[in-house]
């Protein structure tokens, strides 16, 4: 396929276009490695497009097309394309499935956290630690852009992901809300003290501007540290504060 | 100064050349944030170049050269470089200091790292949780490149970084040598369930091979994952393990 090809035209929005990939509930996974993890974890492969003299992805059971010479370097989203570039489907998920959670469960919840890089390690980590899902605030950088879907090195794919909800609504769902801040808080606690064994919602906030304080939280998770103030970031936050949660709920 | 100016063409080898850092002992920080975080943690700032209409960092009592127009978007390595740029010392440190070190002391030694994104990492989580020190085999990335400066986010201006180690003159130090892998290996524990009172130091192996397993070492230490394999990356890792031996030495 030519560059101006629709089918073309169509995968290069889906990179690029939010709105786009809300609109189609579909969404770019370059690389091979990424799209068997895909395929490993039972995510739809709609579409493969193979630059020349690469290979698809097999087990995808997808429309294969075939690019022509230089294409692929014009629609990539990294300065080194990988050869191979899939269309995936966007899992169907219900925010009702998530109120069903039981005691044992617990979830992430990420508002407005601005940094693709940020949310990848998020996401890792909360999957590496056995959160039922993750729940994404709207104004929220989008989980299903090619950047996050890079970096999350192919967490994305094991965790249900729910977007735009409030935190509102997962504290009526039953979570006790635990929000992460850098600084010392009213009704704080060092997070290694805090009770998270139950139905408990890591909350973390945007880069700069932390959680808004109005927030109606349950409490405040603050990581003691030995050095500086703020020494680490709210990626490196999420790890410490995921594998705590796991680590009392015995996973 | 114009870009031809020789004191502009020693900034900018500095900038991209480690050899050049290496024989001068000198390195560069850019930005007046991480500038004035160098100035607190006592860095010595040779001198400051600044753009036209920005203002040198104060406190620091060096020489400040004025940059003509459109010079430091030719020196600075990023795309939006920062107004002002220093040139600082690198500290003196000694290994023998080192070989000193008590037995409440602890550090991390990162093995041929190459990714700037993760030793910055490492560099923030070790000074987070207490460390007395960062070594760095030969092989790895240049911690005083302006990436890792960059990444570590002032940490490394607030730790000691020993360049050029190995593993085993750690070892006959008398410290504890504990290496982080992804892998289950003979002779590995549950990081949670090792003993890191002690005068330990956790090993850091590369981000594709890891550690060589020839290393001799006293003990590896795993991460159980509640998901996939390998999910978490070394700078994750690194992050986990040095908030455990962190709570450990009760610091």
Known sequence: LAFTSNRVQRLRR??????ERAQENAFVIEGATLIDEAIRAGIVIESQFVAPGASPCSGAGSAVNDLADGVMERIASTASPQPVIAIALKPKLHIADLALATNAQWIVVVDKISDPGNLGT???????????AIALTSGTVDAF????????AGALFNIPVYEGVTVEEIGEMGFALWGSSSHEMQNSSVFTAADLSGKVAIVLGNEAHGLS???????WLTIPHAGRGESLNVAMAATLLCFEVKRQHDI
Chains 1, 2 share one sequence.
């Open 213 to 219: 304080t109005n927030t109606k939280l349950d409490g």
């Open 145 to 152: 852009s090619p950047k996050v879907v890079r970096a999350s």
């Open 122 to 132: 998020i996401l890792r980590s909360a999957e590496a630690a056995g959160a039922t």
């Open 14 to 19: 889906l990179c690029n276009d939010k709105a």
